[in-house]
């Protein structure tokens, strides 16, 4: 009997299919088992649990590092703010709209607003696009025809977010313009879309009231960026602006988000790597509605480095200032003894002649860097771009001007440079020159005189046309050209902002029509083709002040972390060429001593002595003055005033270029200069240091 029992047990064994059989049934009746135990019999609990444990990253962002003058006074800083970001949840599509619903009414009960990407008009009349190609393209990118009316994509918009039961339409389209950012965003459970900013207290109260009423919606505290002293400097501190889509694919491995702010103009975009600051992360733990149960932090936010610019402030001030009440005193006619209409712009350069750092940067008209943050309204916006005057553009490296008689020091240093005159020699100023086109010298132009006999010195107090015409007559035009260039004109100084333009050099490209003698004698003046950037010309100037060394210009004196630990100056200086793509080099221009003696004496004599083109000007100034003003004809309006000069005349600390476009003289404009250097040397430590300490005050700022 054991034996069979033996047997069949073997048997059994032997059989695989049927033991494998047996496993299989075995363990599909345990899969059933659970999944009843998991769906029916505690189906409610667990479901419960997953909605209670739904766990989502944020970022955490990361203070963006602050922008200082050099003697410490604040530029840019950061205050607390708070922000609303929206998740897609998993409720009806009507209970999420009636949540935005909900929201836009606490906001603009409370005078807060919604940020959306959504092109349309403030009063939602019609689409708002520059041109109708843009209407096309993003009608294309929505996919949406590109002949449908308005009215067609905003219902197309009401059906697709199912908004029909709301019957007030402008709201139907302030949810719209929520959604379509959400959406634009690629808003979900996990990612967030920003659709409003800088909300006020109230708000933020109201919503955390209503929160669980406001599915998806969550406040967040960030820094917000903020400029203390509003327009000062807006061209050099620039602003950062929500990251764009073509920046954001270049970007997203560095740390981005699509809710990124990044530096666009200025400082704030050439330092944007320092400035930036990397953020921190933290997980969150809701429910499928978006309510928050716990959040913990597991990456800390580390702070931007600070960037302390060559910028005074007070200075800074001083040079705006200077430049906007001259120009209002030539459009009131109080300079002129009528109206200059037109003179209604211009740039400020100065620059420390020893060391070629910025110590002011004007460019006129500015703009409210504030009024950027968050997002510029449409209205201020439009306000910007219809302004003829184009104040986004920075004129000390943008603009390039015709630098008129300033640059009848450099034809004087090419011509002893050259061998071919001597800065002693006399001229006889004839009135007008006999050559080329016969032109004629101001002063004969003017008045029927002449200059009589004149030196190198004399011709530069005289602003003597026709000594400076001999001169490019007798060297020609390419021994002016390489001297441009060795004085730095026409190419990039390297400075480390954006747009910087390279100016023209008369004669460098000829024209296809030929070059002539007259071309020759009128880039002589500083007139033809020629055309430089202020920082250009202010480089220049100083290169001459100092004794003949060309400097690498700097608007950035250092960048530190928060532990005050200083990057170094090779990779500044590596950083800085990356960004502008300009190798400019520090080099000595080579004018021997007595030349560069005759060309300041004579710019003194501009100043200083009777007959000088600007010695009513600076016949009073505390401080001695060496100077040169220009005057340059434009196509339209007044003529452009440029006057350049350096201070103190026996031991240069400065270099000033002042331009104001359709100054009408650079007489003229020889006002701001002097406004500059009074305030330059008037200024003490002490002076220095209470205006940071009340900057910080007034500025309401907290560190």
């Known amino acids: 009997m054991f034996k069979k029992i033996y047997e069949k047990i073997t048997n059994f064994f032997n059989n695989r299919e049927l033991i494998l059989s047996i496993i299989i049934v075995s363990i599909s009746i345990i899969f059933v088992l659970q999944l009843f135990n998991l769906q029916i019999i505690n189906g409610a609990t667990y479901r419960e649990q997953a909605e209670r444990r739904m766990v989502r990253t944020e970022s955490v962002t990361a203070s963006r590092g602050e922008i200082y003058d050099r003697n410490g006074v604040v530029l840019a800083t950061n205050k607390l703010a708070y922000n609303v970001e929206l998740y897609k949840v998993q409720v009806e599509p009507y209970e999420q709209n009636n949540a935005i619903y909900e929201l836009i009414k606490i906001l603009e009960s409370n005078g807060d607003s919604i940020y959306s990407s959504f092109p349309i008009k403030d009063d939602f009349s019609d689409f708002d696009f520059s041109d109708k190609e843009s209407e096309i393209k993003w009608k294309e990118s929505v996919n949406i025809d590109e002949l449908a009316s308005f009215d067609d994509v905003i219902n197309h918009y009401i059906e697709l977010y199912a908004l029909t039961d709301i019957e007030d339409r402008d709201m139907q389209i302030k949810i719209i313009k929520v959604k379509y950012e959400g959406n634009l965003n690629g808003y979900s459970l996990f990612n967030s879309a920003l659709i409003a900013k800088n909300i006020s207290d109230k708000s ?29 400097a807006s061209h050099v501190i620039g602003y950062v602006s ?38 921190g992360e933290k997980k969150v733990i809701t429910d499928s509605k978006g309510n928050v149960s716990s959040e913990v932090e597991t990456k800390e936010a580390i702070s931007g480095d600070n960037v302390t610019l060559t910028i005074d402030y007070r200075l800074q001030v001083a040079a705006e200032n200077a430049l906007v009440n001259t120009m209002e005193r030539l459009r009131s006619g109080e300079l002129t003894g009528y109206p200059v209409e037109d003179a209604n712009s211009g740039s400020v350069v100065v620059l420390d002649v020893q060391t070629g750092e910025v110590l002011a940067m004007v460019s006129y ?81 003017d008045y029927g005189q002449t200059h009589g006999y004149i030196d190198l010195t004399g011709a530069i107090k005289g602003s003597c046309n026709c000594y400076f015409y001999d001169v490019g ?43 002539y003698l007259g071309d020759t004698l009128a880039a002589s003046i500083g007139q033809s083709y020629n055309a430089y950037t202020p920082i250009q010309l202010a480089n220049y100037i100083s290169a001459i002040a100092n004794g003949g060394k060309l400097n690498k210009v700097s608007i950035i004196k250092k960048v530190e972390n928060s532990n005050n630990v200083e990057v ?9 060429a990356n960004f502008t793509k300009v190798d400019f080099e ?22 200083s002595e009777t007959g000088g083109t600007a010695n009513s000007i600076f016949y009073d100034s505390p401080i001695q003055v060496g100077g040169k003003t220009g005057t340059s004809q434009v196509t339209t309006g007044s003529s452009n005033g440029i006057f350049v ?45 209470n205006e940071k300490i009340q900057n910080v005050v007034n500025s309401n700022v907290s560190f």
């Open 204 to 232: 933020v109260a109201q919503i955390e009231e209503a929160k669980s009423r406001l599915y998806g919606v969550n406040v967040v505290t960030v820094p917000q960026r903020y400029y203390p002293n509003g327009t000062v």
């Open 242 to 279: 929500k990251i764009g889509s073509t920046e954001y694919a270049e970007k997203k491995d560095e740390g981005y988000t699509l809710n990124s702010l990044t530096g666009k103009a200025g400082v704030e975009e050439s330092f944007e790597k320092y400035l930036k600051g990397t953020d």
């Open 365 to 445: 008209p500015n703009y409210e860097i504030n009024d950027f943050v968050g997002g510029i309204s449409t209205e201020n916006w439009n306000k910007i771009k219809d302004d003829a005057r184009n104040p986004m553009v920075n004129r000390a490296i943008s603009g390039i001007y015709s630098p008129g008689s300033t640059f009848k020091m450099l034809v004087g240093i090419a011509g002893v440079k050259s061998g071919i005159i001597n800065p002693d020699e006399l001229y006889y100023d004839p009135g007008i020159y006999p050559y080329g086109y016969n032109p004629k010298c101001w002063l004969y132009t």
């Open 473 to 515: 007559r007798r060297i020609g035009i390419d021994e002016i050209i390489k001297t441009a260039k060795t004085f730095g004109l026409g190419q990039k100084t390297g400075i480390e902002l954006s747009q910087e333009e390279n100016g023209v050099i008369a004669g460098e490209t000829k024209p296809e029509s030929g070059w």
């Open 568 to 576: 170094g100056l090779k990779e500044l200086l590596e950083y800085s």
């Open 586 to 607: 520090a080099r000595d221009v080579g004018i021997d001593e007595n030349t560069i003696n005759h060309v300041k004496e004579g710019m003194l004599s501009v100043t």
């Open 645 to 689: 000069g350096f201070a103190p005349y026996d031991n240069p600390k400065i270099a000033v270029v002042a331009i104001i476009e359709h100054g009408e003289e650079g007489f003229y404009t020889a006002h701001v200069v002097r406004a500059i250097t009074d305030e330059y040397f008037n200024m003490s430590t002490e002076d220095k240091q």
